[in-house]
């Protein structure tokens, strides 16, 4: 099994690429090793010592270091990585249905600005921020404000800022006159 790993923007999050379908469905963050109980791959990644976190896409492994070099714990994860497809665990223990999703906060008469938002945060937004090793997802909308999750090689990430300011929200305000400002949460 090959592994191709890709840096992200994010200098304390490397980019795994198993070369088979990783999580099928919606992404999931796993930011402590007690929330990773539920994937057997993801709590195989946090045995390694120095990982803050492991993100799980549709065809990628995200994985955030601490203090840690990546010299010396990049092996580990791929070693973790390998081990995993090899024994043949599934990914996720848990029945899909069982996860709730953070509810999202807006007005009723703003639905249709925010399918507007919601759509283009779909097909113009998550694809690009997936080549990064990261997600960002809908989270609210109120008074022109548009709350994002920011999620894998994102969170944290010294240009998200950027990111959210520069793209993100002058791209909504330019299909959304509605939206004044974008912000993290």
């Not at 840690?68 to 223990?93: D, F, N, T």
């Not at 993100?168 to 400002?181: A, G, K, T």
Request: aromatic share 8%.
């Amino acid at each position: 099994m090959f592994i191709q790993t890709e840096e992200t923007p994010n200098p304390a999050t490397l980019k795994f690429i198993p070369g088979r379908a990783v999580l099928p469905g919606d992404p999931r963050d796993f930011r402590t090793p007690g929330d990773a109980e539920v994937s057997p791959l993801a709590a195989r990644i946090f045995a390694v010592d120095g990982v803050n976190g492991v993100f799980l896409g549709h065809d990628f492994i995200t994985v955030t270091k601490g203090r840690a070099e990546w010299q010396h714990i990049k092996p580990a994860v791929l070693g973790a990585i390998m081990e995993h497809y090899m024994s043949g665990a599934p990914v996720l223990a848990e029945a899909r249905g069982a996860r709730t999703a953070d509810e999202e906060d807006f007005a009723d008469e703003d639905s249709g600005t925010v399918s507007v938002i919601k759509e283009l945060i779909e097909t113009r937004v998550r694809p690009a921020v997936a080549n990064d090793g990261g997600d960002i997802t809908f989270q609210g909308f109120r008074d022109g404000v548009v709350y994002l999750h920011m999620r894998g090689a994102c969170s944290g990430c010294p240009s998200s800022t950027a990111t959210l300011k520069q793209g993100i929200e002058n791209l909504l305000r330019h299909f959304v006159p509605e939206v004044m400002e974008v912000r993290p949460v």
